[in-house]
């Protein structure tokens, strides 16, 4: 699953094998609030069971098995700030 991550898509095996070393595994409730818009984020996640439905402000966008969000979120977070 990581590796069909376009950010992650040049990575070798051994080099895959060391970021899965570093995720964690996380179940989330029917219902629960992952993330709230306007939060800071620092997390990517990827979705092995089940859905998840993200309110962006002009749509609502079901993710389901396979799926991944938060990219955006970890490119920020290790990106230098902009001049």
């Known amino acids: 699953m990581l590796a069909r991550v376009p950010l992650f898509a040049h990575l070798g095996a051994a080099e895959i094998a060391d970021i899965m070393r570093l995720l964690r595994s996380q179940t989330i409730e029917h219902g629960e609030v992952l993330v709230r818009r306007g939060e800071a984020a620092s997390s990517m996640y990827f979705i ?16 389901s098995d396979g799926s991944f969000f938060g990219e955006i979120a970890l490119l ?4 230098a700030p902009a001049p």
Not at 48 to 63: A, W
Not at 76 to 79: C, F, N
């Open 48 to 63: 092995t069971s089940g859905e998840v439905e993200i309110d962006l402000p002009s749509q609502r966008v079901r993710l």
């Open 76 to 79: 920020r977070r290790t990106s």
